[in-house]
């Protein structure tokens, strides 16, 4: 397994969870690194995502509320969560691909299982 999500779980609204997705050697160097959530019933959508430079970006919903981070030294992706609502009640994976950082789910090549978060 290549990638693995932790830190989920259920929280009340307005609380805050750090999400984070421990990444293996050979997918620490990807161009791209990205927060999905899916909902039961709902597509999978972009939460944030993080290029090899740095450079970040969040999806409308969630923009200024969320965090995306990496610490290289640890090959661990972060996603602090603040202010969290029930509709942010999701399944959430991190994901990997080569080249930008798009929201297209299909873009991505590699995934992780999932972290269930639940708002309530």
């Known amino acids: 397994v290549q990638l693995v999500e932790s830190g989920g779980g259920s929280v009340q609204a307005g609380g805050s969870l750090r999400l984070a997705c421990t990444i293996s050697k050979s997918l620490d160097s990807s161009d791209c690194l990205g927060w999905f959530r899916q909902a039961p019933g709902k597509k999978r959508e972009g939460v944030a995502g993080?290029?090899?430079?740095?450079?970040?970006s969040y999806s409308k919903s969630v923009n200024g509320r969320f965090i995306i981070s990496k610490d290289d030294a640890k090959n661990t992706l972060y996603l602090q969560m603040n202010s969290l609502k029930p509709e942010d009640t999701a399944m959430y994976f991190c994901a990997a691909r080569n080249g930008p950082c798009l929201w297209s789910a299909l873009r991505y090549n590699f995934w992780g299982r999932g972290t269930q978060v639940t708002v309530s």
């Open positions: 993080i290029d090899n430079h740095g450079k970040t």
